[in-house]
């Protein structure tokens, strides 16, 4: 299969089977539960590739070289390339295909290929510490498996972290002046809007969560 459809599948099915539990259990769907479970799904997804980042980080840098060959070679972006790339059933799982996220991801901002860099710290934290987490608040989210107090709290904590951390990368980015290499479109592109949605919906989490304190329900999720 191609890599771009083994991520779709990997955030859909996560995302279908909270909207579909959602709906066998309250009959109905909710526009704020449907956004929040995307994102929780492709922080799951992106999790997995997170792990892949530390277990990999040996090899990050020699494939990002090998990419950047390749775009030399054919005038093809290395983003491309990798997505289209198919990978066989019995490699689904491996780290080394994985790595690959980070090593085109390098090509725009290098300090994933550099352990000593907040980002590669940051992203390898996330990876390892809040899938569990982010498993239950969706569940909370979902089914209500918490006292909605609970579920606040435990959102408060998670979006807060997101929003907070990707706000410091964006700023270590500039700082580090790694915006000088790359274009202003690149920047924009790779660095702005793919990071993006870890600020913007951790947001609404946020408001979310701080509603599902203050009220002591659900309604906010509507149930």
């Not at 479970?37 to 980080?57: H, P, V």
């Not at 490699?91 to 290929?113: H, I, K, N, Q």
């Not at 990707?166 to 660095?191: K, P």
């Amino acid at each position: 299969m191609p890599v771009w459809s083994l991520a779709a599948l990997g955030v859909t099915l996560p995302l279908l089977a909270g909207v579909g539990a959602r709906y066998l259990v309250h009959g109905d769907l909710n526009a704020i539960h449907l956004v929040l479970s995307l994102f929780l799904s492709t922080n799951l997804l992106i999790c997995g590739w997170e792990a892949c980042l530390f277990l990999q980080r040996d090899v990050i840098a020699a494939r990002a070289a090998v990419w950047r060959q390749w775009h030399r070679d054919t005038g093809r972006s290395p983003v491309g390339g990798f997505l289209s790339a198919r990978v066989p059933c019995r490699r689904v799982l491996s780290p080394a295909v994985w790595a690959d996220v980070w090593a085109t991801y390098s090509l725009f901002d290098g300090s994933f290929s550099d352990r000593r860099s907040f980002g590669f710290s940051a992203d390898v934290g996330n990876g390892f510490v809040t899938p569990v987490p982010t498993l239950v608040l969706y569940a909370a989210f979902t089914l209500g498996i918490l006292p909605a107090v609970a579920a606040g709290i435990l959102g408060l904590m998670l979006f807060w972290q997101w929003t907070y951390v990707t706000s410091v990368y964006w700023v270590s980015f500039f700082l580090a002046g790694r915006h000088r290499r790359v274009t202003r479109v690149e920047t924009l592109v790779w660095i702005g809007a793919v990071n993006a949605p870890w600020v913007l919906c951790p947001l609404l989490g946020l408001g979310v969560s701080i509603r599902l304190v203050l009220d002591g329900n659900y309604a906010v999720l509507g149930f």
